[in-house]
């Protein structure tokens, strides 16, 4: 422990200006806002040779004990200090001995509706957005800090303080998303062999969850909005043509309700050799409304852009091993091919398995979207109990490899030109 861990363990009440001099006086004389708690137990236990397998940061023990009976004045302070370690370069999205991240711990602790939840949010959007950046120019990150001086942050002027002792345990996150496995990898996804089965489409081997029937009341919100908000023109009207397209097949859950509403076309757009067998052993090809684009959206949605002959009232995005750089390059193609009253919605699993993640994505989304001259309104629905990781009976989990789900709500994603 060093005394700037000691601080933000909140030793003395009330929390008042001292607690910002101390901090300013920490980090001003080099201790990192990113030191851990793991790095100063090996410091003072002289263990040279073990990488620390969790970070516990100065911003995770603020929000381990910051006094959940703080008054207006103490939440402000705590905030100014949480913007002070920002400015210091802490960082949102490290996980603690219990695999937690900052705002992880503050939803555990019911804190969610406080404002150093929304600034770690904020700060997790602006870390995004400026990784993208770095990633863009090729920059290069130094993270090293190996060769810190961490006598240094024991000996600081008049502030050394007794070492509390506490043991440092494993986290209990299992990593499980190698970048070439077929969740991460869309190649060895699609030579995955795929298996359906009663209530889900999994990978045969690896028993990833695909596509499961719990989302099925998530795909009826989604059919629903690309017909009630994407099929209407000005003052009301139905338009005489409606054109759908549905990107990634999988059960067919969005299909089949799209059927029932007897769109004009209804394409289809299905990469995997498996799901496209399906898809024609179940009559799909046979559907007098249905155009099938077998293979990735990247190689037939051009054809599309460029033929200029369709236009959609409604699109939706539910694909699996692809990430948000994927659907970055997708909004190319939907502005192109939406008509201007047209909507644009997607399954919204985006960072879906942390809470706080999820909540940084809703607001890199609409940031993302805007640019595009789209804007997005979410609707929060409740996600069934039984889907959560506290819940007793995970049943439903039961048959895949690991859920891929753990947030009370879903934002179901509503997208239109900004002027409609
Ligand atoms: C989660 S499932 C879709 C479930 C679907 N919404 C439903 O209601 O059953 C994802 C599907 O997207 C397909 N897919 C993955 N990547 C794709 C891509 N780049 N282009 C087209 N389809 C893709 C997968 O093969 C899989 O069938």
Same mark, same amino acid.
């Given at each position: 422990?060093?005394?700037?861990?000691?601080?933000?363990?909140?030793?003395? *009440?009330?929390?008042?200006?001292?607690?910002?001099?101390?901090?300013?006086?920490?980090?001003?004389?080099? /201790?990192?806002? @990113?030191?851990?708690?793991?790095?100063?137990?090996?410091?003072?236990?002289?263990?040279?040779?073990?990488?620390?397998?969790s970070?516990? @940061?100065?911003?995770?023990?603020?929000?381990?004990?910051?006094?959940?009976?703080?008054?207006?004045?103490?939440?402000?302070?705590?905030?100014?200090?949480?913007?002070?370690?920002?400015?210091?370069? !802490?960082?949102?999205?490290?996980v603690d001995v219990n695999g937690d991240?900052?705002?992880c711990i503050?939803?555990k602790?019911?804190?969610?509706?406080?404002?150093?939840?929304?600034?770690?949010?904020?700060?997790?959007?602006? !870390?995004?957005?400026?990784? *993208?950046?770095?990633?863009?120019?090729?920059?290069?990150?130094?993270?090293?800090?190996?060769?810190?001086?961490?006598?240094?942050?024991?000996? /600081?002027?008049?502030?050394?303080?007794?070492?509390?002792?506490?043991?440092?345990q494993?986290t209990k996150e299992?990593?499980?998303?190698?970048?070439?496995?077929?969740?991460?990898?869309?190649?060895?996804?699609?030579?995955?062999?795929?298996?359906?089965?009663?209530?889900?489409?999994?990978?045969?081997?690896?028993?990833?969850?695909?596509?499961?029937?719990?989302?099925?009341?998530?795909?009826?919100?989604?059919?629903?909005?690309?017909?009630?908000?994407?099929?209407?023109?000005?003052?009301?009207?139905?338009?005489?043509?409606?054109?759908?397209?549905?990107?990634?097949?999988?059960?067919?859950?969005?299909?089949?309700?799209?059927?029932?509403?007897?769109? @004009?076309?209804?394409?289809?757009?299905?990469?995997?050799?498996?799901?496209?067998?399906?898809?024609?052993?179940?009559?799909?090809?046979?559907?007098?409304?249905? %155009?099938?684009?077998?293979?990735?959206?990247?190689?037939?949605?051009?054809?599309?852009?460029?033929?200029?002959?369709?236009?959609?009232?409604?699109?939706?995005?539910?694909?699996?091993?692809?990430?948000?750089?994927?659907?970055?390059?997708?909004?190319?193609?939907?502005?192109?091919?939406?008509?201007?009253?047209?909507?644009?919605?997607?399954?919204?699993?985006?960072?879906?398995?942390?809470?706080?993640?999820?909540? %940084?994505?809703?607001?890199?989304?609409?940031?993302?979207?805007?640019?595009?001259?789209?804007?997005?309104?979410?609707?929060?629905?409740?996600?069934?109990?039984?889907?959560?990781?506290?819940?007793?009976?995970?049943?439903?989990?039961?048959?895949?490899?690991?859920?891929?789900?753990?947030?009370?709500?879903?934002?179901?994603?509503?997208?239109?030109? /900004?002027?409609?």
């Open positions: 422990m060093s005394d700037l861990h000691d601080l933000c363990k909140f030793p003395t *009440r009330p929390i008042d200006k001292t607690y910002i001099d101390q901090l300013k006086h920490y980090l001003s004389n080099g /201790i990192p806002a @990113t030191y851990t708690v793991e790095e100063a137990y090996n410091y003072t236990h002289n263990i040279e040779d073990e990488e620390p397998s970070t516990t @940061t100065p911003l995770h023990l603020l929000c381990t004990f910051v006094p959940v009976d703080a008054k207006d004045e103490e939440k402000e302070i705590v905030s100014e200090m949480v913007e002070i370690l920002f400015e210091y370069g !802490a960082g949102w999205c490290f991240t900052p705002g503050l939803i602790r019911g804190l969610k509706d406080w404002k150093v939840y929304d600034q770690i949010v904020d700060a997790g959007v602006r !870390a995004e957005l400026l990784l *993208r950046k770095v990633s863009e120019f090729d920059m290069e990150i130094i993270e090293d800090t190996d060769d810190l001086n961490h006598e240094e942050f024991e000996n /600081i002027p008049e502030l050394v303080k007794e070492e509390p002792k506490e043991e440092v494993q299992e990593v499980d998303d190698a970048p070439d496995a077929p969740s991460q990898n869309q190649q060895s996804y699609l030579n995955t062999k795929l298996e359906y089965t009663d209530d889900a489409l999994i990978t045969k081997d690896r028993k990833d969850g695909v596509m499961m029937s719990w989302e099925t009341d998530i795909m009826k919100l989604g059919s629903e909005t690309l017909f009630a908000k994407g099929s209407l023109i000005e003052d009301n009207e139905e338009d005489s043509e409606i054109n759908v397209l549905n990107i990634g097949f999988g059960m067919g859950i969005i299909d089949g309700m799209i059927q029932q509403k007897s769109p @004009t076309t209804h394409y289809i757009c299905e990469a995997h050799p498996d799901v496209l067998k399906k898809m024609k052993q179940d009559g799909w090809y046979d559907k007098p409304n249905v %155009v099938v684009l077998e293979g990735r959206w990247q190689d037939r949605l051009d054809e599309l852009l460029s033929n200029g002959k369709v236009f959609f009232n409604g699109i939706y995005y539910d694909t699996f091993s692809e990430h948000y750089s994927d659907m970055l390059e997708l909004f190319d193609y939907v502005v192109g091919l939406l008509k201007s009253h047209g909507v644009f919605s997607f399954f919204n699993g985006l960072g879906a398995d942390r809470q706080v993640i999820y909540e %940084v994505y809703k607001k890199l989304v609409e940031i993302d979207l805007g640019n595009y001259g789209l804007n997005c309104q979410f609707e929060a629905i409740d996600i069934p109990k039984e889907m959560l990781q506290d819940n007793q009976d995970r049943s439903v989990w039961d048959n895949v490899k690991r859920s891929y789900w753990s947030c009370p709500v879903y934002y179901h994603p509503e997208i239109k030109f /900004i002027d409609y």
